[in-house]
């Protein structure tokens, strides 16, 4: 199928962005790389009546050091998020799971704003942006306003970012040093995250010093375990300790039930899955 | 309607089209390029496969408005001067299709593959082509004639 009619605005600033949003407001609708967007559009589970497509606004491109944090813009796109030397040494949590978000093709015109503006809980970038501590910046009619990674996912597809406002980067702390692992498990290939563990370590010695871990799709939105977090400080990386830690993952979680497998299966895979991730992030 | 101008195949083309028009219907329906094929509604086959600026992209996954001052290449852009390309070569003699159908976004994808990785494992083969399906051949082939348009498997 293909979309219903709509007029295209391309704006090539953030404000001709916002001020088209504040025009049409209900009736438009913001495209990034479109490569959640036009899927939904051809099914006509969405049919704006404008479109207004980032693309042109350079300004929303890139990635830069800011003393102690890596800043991303909304519209770098993934395969250039996966080849950035400062995130592979700053933030390597997200160079390694973004390398197994959906597949070369979408790689190349999806976005690190769009997949995390969209916030569907089986999306990959979510869980190690939580895990990270990134910042969100959104901005609005009454300029800029940033929000914790803690309070910027609601919902399913439901984020902190308001009818009138765009998100415009992301910032993420420095993690220089960090060991980190994505664990995506799928049935198939370029399949959404049945569940994965993204966790990201600092070691001394072989000893675990801090941890952080992000589960995708283990509920609503992305969640941290912070009860396995809390349980790793100060034990050595072998199988037993992390094994033992990893098996509260799935405390406070409200993982899905589908065809892909039942809450319960889902529970069991993130205590799995957080095991293997925390070991192969703790490896020198 | 929107007025764009790209180039297509090394030549310069441009319509009035619906914003909504998708690249791949550009493609085919107002270009006659119909070596690139559709082959899902979800965006997953990557029958639809071409290169946008040097890059593989699902092109019913992309407005034409959007490719609107780009570059595009299609299966129809690839032969030169009446020489196959050589994945277009090696898919031939390694027998790398069935029906064909997957075939025009499978090359344009293996084309991209090996201009980021010249020289790929069977594994890194495998895995960029994960956007690709193909309902006939079970892979195997396709991975096989890959590496041979790479000079052969490393290691
Ligand atoms: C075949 C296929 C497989 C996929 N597999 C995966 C997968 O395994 N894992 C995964 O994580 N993702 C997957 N995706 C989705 C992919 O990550 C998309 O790139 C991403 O979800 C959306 O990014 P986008 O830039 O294309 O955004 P768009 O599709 O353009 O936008 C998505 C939504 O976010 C809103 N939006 C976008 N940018 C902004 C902004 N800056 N401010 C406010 N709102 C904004 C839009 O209005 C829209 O509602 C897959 C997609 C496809 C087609
Ligand atoms: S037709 Fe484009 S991915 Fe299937
Ligand atoms: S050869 Fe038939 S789908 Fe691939």
Redesign the interface.
């Given at each position: 199928m293909i979309p219903a009619q709509f007029e295209y605005l391309a704006p090539t600033t953030v404000e001709e962005a916002l001020s088209a949003l504040a025009q049409h407001g209900d009736d438009a609708k913001i495209m990034a790389g479109g490569q959640s967007l036009l899927p939904v559009m051809r099914m006509r589970l969405n049919a704006p009546d404008y479109v207004i497509d980032l693309g042109g606004i350079d300004s929303l491109r890139g990635i830069r050091e800011e003393g102690d944090t890596i800043v991303v813009g909304a519209m770098t796109r993934h395969v250039d998020v996966g080849n950035d030397p400062l995130l592979a040494e700053h933030a390597a949590l997200i160079s390694r799971a973004v390398v197994h978000l959906a597949d070369p093709q979408v790689r190349h015109r999806g976005t690190f704003g769009g997949a995390l503006a969209h916030a569907d809980p089986a999306g990959d970038l979510g869980g190690p942006a939580l895990a990270l501590g990134a910042q969100f910046v959104v901005t609005g009619p009454g300029g800029s306003r940033t929000v914790a990674a803690d309070d910027f996912f609601e919902d399913l597809f439901t984020t902190a970012v308001g009818d009138d406002e765009i998100l415009t980067e992301v910032r993420i702390p420095k993690h220089t040093g960090w060991g980190a692992h994505y664990e995506k498990f799928v049935r198939v290939a370029h399949q959404w995250s049945i569940v994965a563990v993204g966790a990201t370590v600092r070691m001394d010695g072989g000893t675990i010093a801090e941890a952080r871990i992000g589960l995708t799709n283990m509920g609503s939105t992305p969640l941290r375990a912070r009860a396995v977090e809390d349980a790793l400080v100060g034990q050595p990386a072998t199988e037993d300790a992390v094994g033992e830690a990893a098996q509260s993952a799935a405390e406070g979680t409200n993982p899905p039930s589908d065809l892909n497998g039942d809450a319960d299966y889902r529970r069991h895979l993130a205590t799995v899955l957080t095991r293997r991730a925390v070991l192969a992030a703790a490896q020198p | 309607m929107?007025r764009i101008e790209m180039t297509v195949d090394g030549a310069r083309v441009s319509d009035d089209v619906?914003?909504?028009?998708?690249l791949v219907?550009y493609l085919r329906e107002k270009l006659g390029k119909t070596g690139t094929l559709v082959g899902c509604?979800?965006?997953?086959c990557?029958a639809c496969?071409v290169h946008?600026d040097g890059?593989?992209?699902?092109s019913?996954?992309?407005?034409a408005?959007?490719a609107a001052g780009h570059e595009v290449t299609t299966i129809e852009g690839l032969a030169q001067g009446g020489d196959l390309h050589p994945v277009q070569e090696a898919f031939h003699d390694c027998h790398a299709l069935q029906c064909g159908y997957c075939t025009p976004g499978m090359i344009m994808?293996s084309v991209?593959?090996l201009n980021d990785n010249p020289h790929p494992t069977e594994e890194e083969v495998r895995l960029?082509l994960?956007?690709?399906l193909c309902r006939c051949t079970g892979y195997h082939n396709i991975v096989k004639a890959v590496l041979q348009a790479a000079g052969g498997a490393s290691s």
């Open positions: - | 929107t619906e914003p909504r028009m998708l219907h509604d979800t965006s997953n990557g496969t946008l890059h593989s992209v699902k019913c996954n992309v407005l408005v959007q994808q991209d593959l960029g994960e956007g690709n």
